[in-house]
């Protein structure tokens, strides 16, 4: 399979946008997740969050379990 070059410095790129403002940031997730959400029916999707999951570094575990948490805040706040 032949990579393009945003797949082969996917890791590069999000360590460059971590350490970037919480307007890109947000607009990486937002992007990454609108793919994921429109890309696949539900059923597959859940099967490709499972093996992305599976690939995720301890740090990335840490960060999305954080951020799920402040989500859960912002959706019972409105």
């Excluded at 403002?21 to 990454?32: E, I, K, M, S, Y």
Aim: proline share 0%.
């Amino acid at each position: 399979m032949i990579k393009t070059s945003i797949e082969k410095l996917a890791e590069e790129i999000g360590f460059d946008i971590g350490m970037s403002d919480d307007v890109t940031q947000a607009n990486l997730l937002n992007g990454f997740c609108k793919g994921l959400s429109n890309s696949m029916i539900e059923a597959k999707r859940s099967t490709q969050i499972c093996y992305i999951v599976d690939k995720l570094e301890k740090k990335s575990d840490n960060i999305l379990q954080e951020m799920a948490e402040f989500i859960k805040l912002k959706i019972t706040d409105k």
